[in-house]
């Protein structure tokens, strides 16, 4: 990655009308609902931006959508890169620094996750609190990357607290369970073992799930406040385990994705 190429990328988003965003979302899987709240949309699809991946994952639609969703500019990413798709961490991670380099000020991130916490459910949303990274690696694990920040990034608080409890509040207020708590990032795709999931809830996991942690990561390099939501799509419960239904998984994020967009609605309107 170089500072030519995220130039490139931004120019030719600002040439489509991509004008001044303020908040960047990351929509995860089964959760592209969301667009229809933006108005005016603008598109873009990742396979047009130079220098963008493309998603190859099916239910992820892969596009960059502009627009404004009640009083604020958003840009909206319909579809997210995973290192289980043969990426690597700087791809995964390229539309955060683009997002950032079009003007957002803050970032909203969501993920479909498997629940490890025994007392979560399958339907249920939880705030990101901390998380494990288990993928192997840094999106910040590159030679030239004082050139774009701090090459040691802290990160004892990696979610904003401000915009938590904000949510926390809203979420009071619109009568939504929201849970708190640990997300753990995996490679995959396949999914966990029985005595993995043991390991993962010793490690003092709550959710798990593919993405989300390389993003976070980045845009705490880049000094950029973000918040994160997983919907809880699966029970990870070893003693009881049931074989894993990736079209059920897509189901119950959709009937639970509703939620999120009234807690992520409410939040633009007070930041």
């Known amino acids: 990655m170089t500072q030519k190429q995220l130039d490139e990328s931004v120019a030719h988003l600002k040439n489509k009308g991509f004008d001044a965003p303020e908040i960047g979302i990351v929509l995860g899987t089964g ?33 960059l959508i502009f627009g404004t969703i009640g009083d604020k500019k ?6 997210r890169f995973h290192l289980y798709e043969g990426y690597d961490f700087s791809d995964v991670t390229y539309p ?3 997002m950032h380099q079009l003007g957002i000020k803050k ?12 007392d979560f459910a399958k339907g249920d949303i939880m705030l990101l609190e901390d998380h494990i990274n288990l993928q192997g ?25 401000d915009m938590r409890q904000k949510l926390e509040k809203i979420a009071l207020r619109e009568s939504i369970s929201l849970q708190k708590g640990v997300y753990v990032s995996v490679v995959g ?12 809830k010793l490690m003092g996991a709550d959710a798990v799930g593919m993405s989300t942690v390389p993003e976070v990561i980045v845009a705490n390099h880049l000094r950029l406040p973000v918040v994160a939501v997983s919907v809880l799509t699966d029970e990870c419960d070893p003693d009881n385990l049931q074989p894993v239904d990736i079209q059920e998984i897509i189901a119950i994020a959709g ?11 409410e939040l633009l309107k007070e930041i």
């Open 255 to 265: 009937r639970t994705e509703p939620k999120m967009i009234k807690l992520f609605k």
């Open 189 to 200: 795709p396949q999914l966990e073992t029985k005595a993995e999931y043991r390991m993962l």
């Open 31 to 63: 959760l592209g609902q969301l667009v229809a709240e933006i108005a005016d949309p603008i598109e873009a699809h990742y396979n047009h931006i130079p220098y963008f991946p493309l998603a190859t994952v099916e239910f992820h639609t892969g596009k």
């Open 74 to 79: 958003v840009v909206v990413m319909q579809g």
């Open 107 to 118: 970032l909203f991130i969501s993920n479909a996750a498997g629940a490890i916490n025994l």
């Open 96 to 98: 955060i620094r683009v």
């Open 137 to 161: 690696g840094s999106p910040l694990a590159f030679k030239n990357v004082s050139e774009f920040g701090d090459r040691f990034v802290d990160m004892m608080e990696p979610y904003d607290i």
